[in-house]
């Protein structure tokens, strides 16, 4: 149990163009779902923080109009990089927080890999 | 949330126990220790997570000190697809947020 899907795996963009990335609790349903990025060779940084039906709360220095998050339900999210540039690709990972009786557990999907040209 | 230390890297010879050490000075008593582990190019894995008594699961064990300042995730039996990127991250019951620090890369050697 407690899986989480990210759909695309890969993308391949071009500069300018947006790309929208799907978190999906497949088992579970999510209290909270959060989006980070992971550079090369560098440790998974939060971006955000989204409950459902709710507006993303971002951390400092990401810019919510350029990655966009919707939160429809309580089992799907998805980030929207916006004019997505070269400097944007990057490995990009949800998770899902499930709430279990003791402290909240999170699980994440395999992560998506943008690239922009 | 209390920060966390850990060696950037170490090698364990396939078979034996993987001992992953993990300070976390400044804990305060309502903080729990959480493990998670990255394959390259994959999402984080959860393993293991304790407050005060040491755990066990079918993955790995937790060994917090008595003072709850260090503590140590044991691998048993080491394999090469523990070959990683180990991260000890301490967190607020309560708080949903996991804050990764850079981790120990554990390379499993034939």
């Known amino acids: 149990g407690a899986v989480v899907s990210q759909h695309p795996s890969w993308v391949i963009c071009k500069s300018g163009t947006s790309v929208k990335i799907e978190c999906r609790s497949l088992?579970?349903?999510?209290?909270?779902m959060f989006w980070y990025r992971q550079f090369p060779k560098q440790s998974l940084m939060l971006m955000a923080t989204s409950n459902e039906g709710s507006k993303a709360t971002y951390e400092q220095g990401v810019e919510k109009d350029k990655f966009l998050i919707n939160h429809a339900s309580l089992t799907l999210s998805t980030l929207t990089v916006t004019s997505a540039h070269p400097e944007d690709s990057s490995f990009y990972i949800c998770?899902?927080?499930?709430?279990?009786?003791?402290?909240?557990?999170?699980?994440f999907g395999p992560g998506t890999r943008l690239t922009v040209l | 949330d209390a920060k966390t230390t850990q060696p950037t890297s170490m090698d364990c010879a396939e078979g034996r126990a993987a001992n992953l050490p993990c300070n976390h000075s400044t804990i305060s008593g309502n903080e729990y220790v959480y493990w998670y582990r990255q394959i390259h190019s994959q999402g984080p894995q959860y393993i293991i997570h304790g407050l005060k008594n040491n755990e066990t699961n079918e993955m790995a064990s937790l060994i917090i000190t008595e003072d709850r300042k260090s503590s140590t995730l044991i691998l048993p039996h080491a394999t090469l697809r523990d070959t990683a990127v180990y991260y000890c991250?301490?967190?607020?019951?309560?708080?949903?947020?996991?804050?990764f620090g850079t981790g120990t890369r554990l390379t499993i050697i034939p």
């Open positions: 998770s899902a927080s499930l709430l279990a009786g003791g402290p909240l557990e999170q699980f």
């Open positions: 088992d579970f349903q999510a209290t909270t």
């Open positions: 991250i301490v967190r607020n019951f309560g708080n949903e947020k996991l804050t």
